[in-house]
């Protein structure tokens, strides 16, 4: 009933830009907790960035300074803005969105992108 749509990866050239998105699409009441996380390969992943509804964000310390967390609650859509580009930053991103598909319930469902690759090399 809901889906995430993820868009905006590629390859860059390290100190490059990228700007990820993630829309939720279907039976959505409202959102609370948005984030991204990255896996590289042979790696775990890892938490990103994450903007509460109220929009307050947190960065894992090695992103801070250059992306950037941001939401459009009327579109139900997260974004990504990556700068300074690294060829560490290399990895699958994932978004990730807490989404009340009713005003009834306990807790938020838990949602996830299907993943977009993004690649930083010369």
């Known amino acids: 009933q809901v889906q995430l749509v993820e868009s905006g990866g590629g390859l860059v050239h390290p100190g490059g830009s990228l700007r990820l998105s993630c829309a939720a699409v279907g039976s959505i009441f409202s959102i609370d907790g948005m984030g991204w996380y990255r896996q590289a390969p042979g790696k775990q992943r890892e938490l990103v960035a994450t903007?509460?509804?109220?929009?307050?964000?947190n960065y894992v310390h090695s992103v801070k300074g250059r992306l950037t967390i941001s939401r459009d609650n009327a579109k139900n859509t997260v974004y990504l803005q990556m700068n300074s580009l690294k060829p560490e930053d290399t990895a699958v991103y994932y978004c990730?969105?807490?989404?009340?598909?009713?005003?009834?319930?306990?807790?938020?469902?838990?949602?996830w992108g299907q993943g977009i690759q993004v690649t930083v090399s010369s």
């Open positions: 903007i509460t509804s109220g929009g307050s964000t």
């Open positions: 990730n969105l807490e989404i009340w598909t009713s005003r009834v319930g306990i807790r938020p469902g838990d949602y």
